[in-house]
Nanobody, 120 residues
Framework: VRVQESGGGLVQAGGSLGLSCEAS????????MAWYRQGPGMERELVAR???????NYANSVKDRFIISSDNSKSTVYLQMNSLKPEDTAVYLC???????????????WGQGTQVTVSS
């Protein structure tokens, strides 16, 4: 199983940026996918999560600014980031909880991360 992010880059404060992440390989089902981020000298934190029934969770710091969505048929998750702030600068990592067979225990898979830099 491979989890690959795309998107990211440099944007000015107040701007928008979109990220996408696709899980590929031997996948029976995806329980949920999520975006985490890790800023310089910071611990990794959950940004947003989406379950296969469409239910979502957001960190308070991004609520009302970021939108997570998914395409279950493609095992892909998206993160639309609006009204970006310098404190959103971080490496954004994609996470997927994946079952390789219908009855298997879900396993954790991580992408390598993509840099998002917001200039003031």
């Amino acid at each position: 199983v491979r989890v690959q992010e795309s998107g990211g880059g440099l944007v000015q404060a107040g701007g928008s940026l979109g990220l996408s992440c696709e899980a590929s390989g031997l996948i029976s089902s995806v329980d949920f996918m999520a975006w985490y981020r890790q800023g310089p000298g910071m611990e990794r934190e959950l940004v947003a999560r989406i379950f296969n029934d469409g239910h979502t969770n957001y960190a308070n710091s991004v609520k009302d600014r970021f939108i997570i969505s998914s395409d279950n048929s493609k095992s892909t998750v998206y993160l639309q980031m609006n009204s970006l702030k310098p404190e959103d600068t971080a490496v954004y990592l994609c996470y997927a909880s994946i079952r390789m067979t219908q009855l298997s225990t879900p396993r954790d898979y991580w992408g390598q991360g993509t840099q998002v830099t917001v200039s003031s």
